[in-house]
């Protein structure tokens, strides 16, 4: 099992919204990032656990715990002309574009935010509290994933 941070705006999607399909998923559309994508589709497997992020928000920090639910599949929203995220590039013979489908499992009971993360010398390596970083998806280490929830 490996552990995620998976990045969402809470006005387009956000844990209030994952939380409203108890035990069911919800396809996680719209990375158009190439590495972010290749992470999706090579590493992320069903069970492994993800720290639920609302970023461009007043607040940004983890709110909750999703896992994978679905290994990544081609992702249907690049093909549709009329969806935010369609890719004219992107050939359903050949996507470009990968999703995965993630479950709720629960609300943290505070959001842990960004500056609180950035301030712990223990998360230095954390991908999230480096400078520059714009990926919606990141892998975080089993001892990052603890440390963050015993923030809580």
Not at 22 to 37: I, K, L, S
Not at 89 to 108: E, Y
Request: charge should be negative.
């Amino acid at each position: 099992m490996k552990f995620w941070l998976m990045k969402s705006e809470p006005g387009e999607f956000g844990i209030d919204d994952l939380e409203k399909r108890p035990g069911q998923t919800e396809h996680w559309d719209g990375v158009r990032n190439y590495q972010a994508r290749n992470m999706m589709r090579d590493e992320m497997q069903p069970g492994d656990q993800v720290l639920f992020y609302h970023s461009n928000c007043e607040t940004p920090g983890v709110v909750g715990i999703a896992r994978v639910a679905r290994s990544a599949y081609p992702d249907h929203t690049a093909f549709d002309p009329n969806d935010k995220h369609y890719d004219p590039a992107s050939d359903p013979a050949k996507p470009r574009w990968f999703m995965v489908d993630v479950q709720f499992v629960r609300k943290l009971e505070r959001t842990i935010s960004l500056s609180e993360l950035k301030d712990r010398p223990e998360l230095e390596g954390l991908a999230l509290v480096r400078r520059g970083n714009r990926l919606s998806v990141m892998p975080v280490s089993e001892g990052q994933w603890q440390f963050i929830l015993s923030l809580e």
